[in-house]
């Protein structure tokens, strides 16, 4: 028996779902979201039209962990995949089996949403992590590598002329 819940996240998880993703940033040594993007995170979780899925887990009435996730689309298997872009857990709650129920409860959607493919990336420092997907049947791709085009390399491919 499990004292926390994954549940579909509700606005009035708004402010705690930030406040995550600000811890997610501390841990990974990033800028959090600011104020306006913070505002953008959840009219895009939960405004009319939404941008991403969200799971949050719900411990004694609190939210300790989420997992932001999105539908792709392999051209390959002609099927969706399920791409998993966040999944945080409140540190002193890391070995209470959160982690693995998030995984196994996307894994299940995937599989009912007919997706060929539920992948993520993960950190080359975040070993413990690494070891995790790991032990849940996750394969490391070393073959792949992410690709960015971000803030002003972005805005200058938007404008260049294609030549």
């Known amino acids: 028996m499990t004292d926390f819940l994954i549940r579909p ?19 990974e040594k990033l800028d959090g ?15 009319p039209e939404p941008r991403f899925r969200l799971l949050v887990a719900e411990r004694a009435g609190a939210v300790v962990g989420y997992a932001l996730y999105f539908l792709t689309y392999s051209t390959f298997l ?20 959160i982690g693995t129920a ?11 949403l007919g997706c060929g493919r539920f992948e993520w990336t993960v950190l080359d420092w975040n070993t413990k992590a690494q070891d995790f997907y790991l032990r849940m049947g996750a394969r490391m791709l070393p073959e792949w590598r992410v ?5 002003e390399r972005l805005a200058a491919l938007a404008r260049s002329d294609g030549t």
Do not use: K, M, N, Q
Not at 9 to 27: I, N, Q, Y
Not at 103 to 110: N, V
Not at 147 to 151: I, P
């Open 9 to 27: 996240a509700a606005p009035a998880d708004g402010p705690a779902f930030v406040g995550l993703v600000r811890a997610l940033a501390e841990f």
């Open 33 to 47: 979201p600011d104020d306006d993007a913070a505002a953008r995170l959840a009219a895009h979780a939960f405004g």
């Open 78 to 97: 002609a099927r969706p995949s399920l791409y998993l872009e966040d999944l945080f857990v409140l540190p002193p709650l890391r070995s209470a089996g």
């Open 102 to 112: 998030f995984l196994r409860r996307l894994a299940a959607e995937a599989v009912a």
């Open 147 to 151: 690709c960015r085009v971000d803030g």
